[in-house]
């Protein structure tokens, strides 16, 4: 069975600082992947998604970044973080059957928080 | 570009207690529709989905939707809601065929029950 991993699971950073947060997946191929921001009361926004190594699309403009290195591992990074990055950071797998994208599926996120 | 509104940001029920969650969506042509929910603490899960066929659809513990096609809705049901329903609930539409895979997610609804 599919399994969807992040880390850290929280991680309390200051402002100006870096970031690299992980996302793998196991038990499937050539997934579709996804980063999401979870706001209270704000629902889901897309912040990033691939459909192959190499391949990212953003969604939304900002200091934010996301890589591709490898099938199965997304990463979402900052060269200098901002107290608005702050939030929940989901990632999400789906695959593609013939010319339909099957459900996405949720890893259990990252908590970060700016100081 | 479609869009999902939830009109119940807060919901508080006594335990067996009916239950109703609004979703409506804006887009024109076919549709995936998604109900998740997250539990506290845990991670985003799929509740139910429909894709075609039967638009009654039935998820896990209890949860049913039905999509009324001319109302733009999806809207989800519990007869007898549990303390353990308390969670966000987020609707999610996702236009259909074509190679579409983004799905739009509503600003989710917090439901609380009283035991």
């Known amino acids: 069975s599919q399994t969807i991993h992040q880390w850290p699971a929280t991680l309390v950073q200051p402002v100006g600082s870096p970031l690299s947060l992980e996302c793998t997946v196991e038990g499937t191929s050539n997934p579709n992947l996804y980063w999401y921001r979870q706001a209270a009361g704000r629902g889901l926004q897309l912040l990033f998604y691939s459909v192959g190594i190499g391949q990212i699309s953003s969604e939304v403009p900002q200091n934010l970044s996301a890589s591709r290195p490898q099938d199965r591992q997304f990463i979402l990074s900052s060269k200098k973080l901002l107290l608005s990055d702050s939030g929940f950071y989901l990632c999400?797998?789906?695959?593609?059957?013939?010319?339909?994208?099957?459900?996405?599926?949720f890893g259990p996120g990252t908590r970060l928080t700016v100081l | 570009a479609q869009s999902v509104s939830q009109h119940n940001h807060h919901v508080i029920l006594s335990e067996a207690a009916s239950l109703e969650l609004g979703c409506n969506y804006s887009y024109g042509g076919t549709v995936n529709l998604f109900w998740y929910v997250q539990y506290p603490g845990q991670h985003l899960q799929l509740l139910l989905k429909?894709?075609?066929?039967?638009?009654l659809v039935k998820g896990i513990k209890g949860f049913e939707a039905e999509f009324i096609k001319s109302k733009f809705s999806f809207n989800l049901r519990k007869p007898s809601v549990q303390w353990s329903d308390t969670a966000e609930y987020f609707c999610?539409?996702?236009?259909?065929?074509?190679?579409?895979?983004?799905?739009?997610f509503g600003r989710g609804t917090s439901l609380i029950v009283h035991p």
């Open positions: 999610a539409v996702r236009p259909s065929g074509g190679g579409s895979y983004i799905p739009t």
């Open positions: 429909y894709f075609s066929g039967d638009p």
């Open positions: 999400a797998w789906s695959v593609v059957l013939g010319t339909h994208t099957d459900t996405q599926y």
